[in-house]
Each structure stands twice: as structure tokens, then as C-alpha cells.
């Protein structure tokens, strides 16, 4: 008789078998493990399987994607948030003047012309300041 490993069903980390209902553990914080049948099922976006208590839980309203239930658990953000993923794990709103620098990975100031930005330069504003208007430099 020959023995040979078969790899573990798509869901699971580890398991006893190659089908999906052979989990031991699941592949990903998406995902909850439901023991009484060794399953891994996917949780709907904006949660994350909580193992200890078998369900799928909510992510903090922050978070567009999570692996807890906290403001520091947050794997990705809602689109008005700012992802601190370097030092928290958590969303944050810039303030206004300010936008998220990836580099430094916090909230940094605009350029003085700009209300809003996507960056330090005075061409990445997004809005003016009262006394400031666009202008396309590329337009003839």
C-alpha cells in the first residue's frame, strides 16, 4: 500500500483531509471555522470570522476590510480614510489642509494654495483655497 499527502482543500490552513469540510483551521481572517463539521466559510465584506465565537463578525465602521472587531484591526479603509498600517492597523480622517503621506504614514499639510490634496505639491490640490483657482497648465 502506498501513502501520498494531497494538499489541503482552498479554504483550510491545515486538515485531515483534501475535501472542504476536512478544515482544521481556515486560510484567512475572511474566513470562520465552524468545528461541529470542519467547514470554513467566507464572511460577507466588512466582517471577519471570529473562531472563538463562530460567527462572522462586523469590522469597525472605518474599515473596509478587517481581522477584528477594533479601530486596530483594520486590514484596508473606507474610501474618506486614511490607512496608519505601518504603526496601528488603523483608519483615520485627515484633517482639512492635510492628506495621508505614505512615507512618513501619517496626516501632512497641503500646499498653502490648496483646501484639499493628494499631496504637498501646489498641483495635486483637489480644492482651492477661497483666494486660489484652478489652472491647467497643459490647456492651450
Do not use: W
Request: some cysteine; glycine content about 4%.
Amino acid at each position: 500500500m502506498t501513502l501520498s499527502c494531497l494538499d489541503c482543500h482552498a479554504t483550510c490552513t491545515s486538515c485531515f483531509g483534501p475535501n472542504n469540510t476536512n478544515c482544521l483551521s481556515c486560510n484567512n481572517e475572511t474566513r470562520v471555522f465552524i468545528p461541529s463539521n470542519y467547514s470554513c466559510f467566507l464572511c460577507p465584506a466588512k466582517h471577519f470570522g471570529n473562531d472563538a465565537t463562530q460567527k462572522c463578525e462586523s469590522c469597525h465602521s472605518t474599515c473596509k476590510s478587517c481581522f477584528g472587531p477594533n479601530l486596530t484591526n483594520c486590514a484596508s479603509c473606507e474610501s474618506q480614510f486614511y490607512y496608519l498600517y505601518k504603526i496601528v492597523s488603523a483608519c483615520i480622517i485627515c484633517d482639512l489642509k492635510t492628506y495621508g503621506n505614505d512615507t512618513v504614514e501619517y496626516c501632512v499639510n497641503c500646499h498653502p494654495s490648496c483646501k484639499t490634496c493628494i499631496g504637498s505639491s501646489s498641483t495635486d490640490c483637489l480644492s482651492c483655497e477661497l483666494t486660489e483657482s484652478f489652472f491647467n497648465s497643459t490647456s492651450g
